[in-house]
């Protein structure tokens, strides 16, 4: 029993980063009906920013053990700068020019901007992971026999910040209602005075925030950042948002916590080596049955 | 004798809003058929419904004798119906020419195999093809254009590509949502021209969209008219045009007045 | 719609330079000129091939031979042009060291299975990122079938056929084809985009099964003394061989999809990647065409797997990444999609020149690189797709219209006026 409860707990961390980073896969999907290939980089390049920081830090200040509070901002601070600017270059560089191109250019040209974030990162790093500097406090929270670390209860908790966060942007800001009017009808909004372009990248922002500053939090959670981090979460990010119904905020969380606790449940039940393959069965099963996920709405061809 | 289209009380919603409400429609093979209405009345949904493009929420509908709604796109076409656009639907990166090809897809039979070996049987139906499609865009007025890109052909070609297209699929019913949309006096009277040959000599059901009354009372020998979903008014062209409730639905539009006074 | 793209130097194939060849393809000299002009450039080819790694070393005649393609495929689209060209290329190699063998042996491998993967996008428009997968079906079909005796799969030890490559050529194409119909089936009907992450799934979920399932497979020992093609009574084992190999299934590859493409076929195809909707309205059963390109291009793919199996003489997982479906991808993108003669370009720039820039640097200023082609190549692959989907999404070898099949309804058209 404490072993599923285990489980349980390992499936809620995970499903929270996978859900903080399918928000940014459906939000510019709600959009621009195009899959952000490149996002699970920002989320990559958002854990690079954050180890950066706090060995800087480590390096030159003795502030990562006087004040962890402050340099753990500051960190999370720095991977969404760095995430937030990479989103917005990307979209002018990689997605603007073609937005009336056939739609698989700009899928392919996201798979290229994917690949070379990946392995611009992988030449910087020689390869080699960047550890984290120890500035989590260590230890656990004991319930009964089930034992939760403090880092484990940290992502868990940011990730829930960060996407309330994002939902009362979306819900009660204006740019979020500008969001929520550009993915229900482009044209409609523009016609209602909307700037659609400048929307189109504050959903590259908000996205990218999301991702920037979960990457850190799961670096730190993990002990470390590679170029290869962005990769598999991100195609389990993208599963996710797709379980839950692509184009849906709610969806993307509810999919990222069920996949994440699908994963953890494999793992116990098949082997932690069909941990992978898991959310591509399920991504497949929904694909089948229900292409419009868990709270999707069902799109009619246009005619 | 059975009409060769029955559409029998077809409703269909988009989430909230009803688009068509229980409408139902005979159409008499060899007819030319129009279905008018304000804008946002339902045509063009009546089409995407005869043609699989959307199901309907209630309702059959009947085609020669046998049941059509339900049916993916590509068994409704080889059943004999096929369309024109309202906003043009071209593959537009390909020729005049290879638009009409596609179109002769169901009456060709090459495939992987006969492909990759060339025979002599497969390169003459080849050939064969191609002087079908030639004749077709000639039947549309389109000689001389065989080999420009769709996207390249002035707009009133493309409208007149669309239906080459269509009857390369040789149908028994022909669906033409605003052929005219957009035209000038002399094209409009061109198309009104085309569209008789469709039936005259090829013997095609015409269903047509059309917003000019001109073109309507020119042409079509029995009209339907929606408004809001439903059928408000079917008969002669002359019929209609005296119904008080098509007199209402148009009121303020001015269509049907100015379009009478022509 | 004004831009930067304005400000751009124009490139070679615009509109007054193609006029300009257009013209001079008219004249009586020009058109000798294009007739004659491939066969005058075989023995400039043959030469070059033969002297050029003598006096320029590898990378410059790598160069020359780029240009000289290039050219070539730029005037010629001929089936003797094609004929040429294959000639050309199976003689270049006699004379390069097996370093230079093999690169050239990746380079045809490469051509071939952009061949494949170019029907399944360039073709139907479907973007499939895990073709590697099939790759993989046909070379551990290879390796268990002919190697009962070798490597750690317990499985392949249970029985001996007796097959060699040959017999298990065909075996690996209608296999892939199978299992490219089987994954096809769930997904085609569904929006593209999709398509392209289950494929990136399903190819990492084969390396997976690689390792997991090593009963079969052998896990991550692999297995390996796979034997090598035989031919008339010897085995077919240098790399200028088993190039020659590859070159011929790449040709047939070639001829075959090139026919596909100009018959109803691949007018069908080309229909569905314009608008999936019309197509189907004009009676075309879009989920059989989809499959039917998915799985002709899976099929190439498992050709292309016997042939590196018997090459490397092994398969182990890693062999099998999705290193390699972004390779082929790159080669069919920057060839330019749905065009196979750039493929053969593509597949020279992609695979052919970070081998020979492997160990090339830069030094300017403050930036100091080294080993530009082993270690950059995925840095440049990756800022070229953007660059070839931003700037030229034709590619660098634009396809050439199919006149020729009108060029007949023309005459036609004529006949009828006069
Ligand atoms: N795919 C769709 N989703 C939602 N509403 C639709 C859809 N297609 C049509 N409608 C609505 O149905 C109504 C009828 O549209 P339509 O048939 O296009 O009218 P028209 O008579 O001008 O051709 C309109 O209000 C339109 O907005
Ligand atoms: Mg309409």
């Known amino acids: ?303 | 004798m059975a009409p060769i289209l029955s559409v029998r009380d077809v409703s269909r919603r988009f989430q909230g809003l009803t688009a068509l409400n229980g409408v139902s429609l005979d159409v008499e093979e060899s007819s030319i058929v129009g279905v008018i209405g304000p804008n946002g009345a339902g045509k063009t949904t009546l089409f995407n419904l005869l043609t699989g493009f959307y199901k309907p929420t209630s309702g059959e509908i009947w085609f020669r004798g046998s049941r059509v709604d339900g049916l993916p796109l590509h068994r409704i076409a080889a059943a004999g119906i096929s369309r024109t656009f309202q906003n043009i639907r071209l593959f537009s990166n390909m020729t005049a020419i290879e638009n009409v090809l596609v179109g002769q897809h169901l009456h060709l039979q090459t495939n992987i195999a006969t492909a990759v070996l060339g025979l002599p049987a497969t390169t003459n139906a080849e050939q064969h093809a191609v002087e079908v499609a030639v004749a077709h865009l000639r039947f549309a007025g389109l000689g001389g254009r065989e080999n420009e890109l769709a996207r390249n052909l002035a707009y009133g070609e493309q409208r007149r590509l669309e239906i080459a297209r269509a009857i390369a699929l040789r149908p028994k019913l022909i669906l033409l949502d605003e052929p005219t949309a957009g035209m000038n006096p002399g094209e409009s009277d061109a198309m009104i021209g085309l569209i008789r040959r469709l039936r005259d000599e090829l013997g095609v059901t015409v269903i047509l969209i059309e917003h000019q009354m001109r073109v309507v009372m020119g042409v079509c020998e029995y009209i339907t008219v929606l408004d809001h979903g439903e059928v408000i008014a079917m008969g002669t062209p002359t019929e209609v045009q005296n119904d008080q409730r098509v007199i209402e639905a148009y009121l303020g539009t001015g269509h049907l007045k100015s379009g009478a006074a022509e | 719609m004004p831009g930067w793209r304005q400000h751009l130097p124009r490139p070679l194939t615009s509109a007054p330079y193609r006029e300009a060849l257009a013209r001079f393809r008219e004249t009586p000299a020009g058109a000798n000129v294009f007739r004659f002009g491939p066969y005058a450039l075989m023995p400039v080819l043959g030469a070059a091939a033969a002297l050029a790694p003598t006096f320029f070393g590898t990378r410059m005649t790598f160069l020359i031979i780029l240009v000289a393609l290039y050219v070539l495929l730029r005037i010629s689209d001929s089936l003797i042009g094609v004929a040429i060209l294959a000639l050309t290329l199976a003689l270049l190699p006699t004379d390069m060291n097996s370093f230079e063998q093999n690169i050239m042996f990746n380079v045809a491998l490469f051509t071939l299975l952009g061949i494949g993967l170019n029907v399944v996008v360039g073709y139907a428009g479907l973007l499939d990122l895990g073709f590697v997968a099939f790759f993989a079906v046909g070379a551990y079909l290879y390796a268990l079938i002919t190697a009962p005796d070798a490597g750690a799969s317990e499985w392949a030890q249970t029985w001996d056929v007796g097959l060699t490559f040959w017999a298990v050529l065909p075996m690996a194409l209608v296999l892939a084809a199978l299992i490219g119909v089987l994954l096809g089936i769930p997904v085609l009907r569904l929006r593209g985009d999709y398509l392209a992450i289950v494929t990136l799934g399903f190819g990492e979920i084969i390396r997976i099964l690689l390792t997991t399932e090593d009963y079969y497979t052998g896990g991550p020992r692999g297995m390996f003394l796979l034997p090598k093609p035989p031919f008339f009574g010897r085995e077919l084992d240098t790399a200028y061989e088993l190039y020659l190999v590859v070159l011929v299934l790449a040709l047939i590859a070639v001829f075959a999809a090139e026919r596909i493409r100009n018959s109803r076929v691949g007018r069908a195809w080309e229909a569905i990647r314009e608008d999936e909707d019309v197509a189907s309205a004009m009676g075309i059963d879009t989920t059989v065409y989809k499959l039917l390109a998915f799985a002709m291009g899976a099929a190439i793919g498992g050709v292309g797997g016997v042939v590196i199996a018997a090459k490397q003489g092994s398969v182990f997982p890693p062999d099998f990444s999705l290193e390699i479906s972004i390779n082929v991808l790159a080669v069919v993108i920057i060839g330019g999609m749905g065009n196979v003669r750039g493929i053969l370009l593509g597949a020279l720039l992609v695979i052919g020149l970070p081998d020979v820039l492997r160990d090339f640097s830069i030094n300017f200023w403050a930036i100091h690189l080294d080993n530009i082609g082993q270690d950059y190549r995925l840095v440049i692959f990756g800022a070229a797709l953007v660059a070839v989907m931003v700037l030229r999404p034709e590619g660098f070898l634009p396809s050439k219209r199919r006149v020729a099949e009108f060029r007949e309804a023309d005459l036609l058209q004529e006949e009828m006026a006069t």
């Not at chain 1, 699970?40 to 962890?68: C, I, K, R, W």
């Not at chain 1, 798979?111 to 500035?135: C, H, K, Q, W």
């Not at chain 1, 994002?166 to 209602?177: M, N, V, W």
């Not at chain 1, 700037?195 to 925030?209: K, P, S």
């Open chain 1, 1 to 303: 029993m404490e072993q599923w409860i285990q489980l349980t707990i390992d499936g809620i961390t995970l499903g929270g980063v996978y859900a903080c980073i399918a928000l940014g896969y459906t939000l510019v999907y709600g959009v621009l009906r195009m899959i952000n290939f490149a996002h699970g980089e920002l989320f990559m390049m958002g854990a690079f920013a954050g180890v950066y920081t706090l060995q800087g830090f480590q390096d030159h200040t003795s502030l990562n053990e006087d004040l962890p509070s402050l340099t753990i901002t500051a960190a999370i601070f720095m991977g969404i700068v760095v995430a937030v600017v990479l989103a917005v270059l990307m979209e002018r560089i990689a997605y603007r020019p073609l937005r009336h191109a056939p739609r698989l250019a700009p899928l392919i040209s996201a798979i290229g901007v994917s690949i070379f974030l990946r392995n611009v990162m992988l030449r910087y790093t020689n390869a080699r992971r960047e550890v984290y500097p120890d500035v989590f406090p260590d230890g656990s929270i004991e319930i009964g026999d089930v034992s939760v670390s403090y880092i484990k209860l940290f992502l868990i908790g940011m990730s829930i910040l960060f996407m309330v966060g994002l939902y009362l942007f979306i819900q009660r800001t204006k740019t979020g209602t500008a969001i929520r009017a550009v993915a229900e009808d482009r044209d409609t909004a523009a016609l209602m005075g909307i700037d659609v372009d400048r929307t189109i990248v504050l959903t590259f922002v908000a996205g990218a925030a999301l991702a920037g500053a979960t990457g850190v939090c799961y670096g730190m959670y993990v002990g470390n950042a590679a170029a290869g981090m962005g990769f598999i979460p991100g195609i389990k990010a993208f599963t996710a948002a797709v379980l839950g119904g692509i184009g849906s905020v709610p969806g993307a969380m509810l999919g990222g916590y069920f996949l994440g606790l699908s994963e953890a449940y494999t793992t116990k039940l098949f082997g932690a080596q069909y941990k992978d393959v898991v959310a591509f069965v399920l991504l497949v099963a929904v694909l089948i049955f229900r292409p419009w996920g868990f709270l999707g709405k069902r799109e009619d061809r246009r005619a």
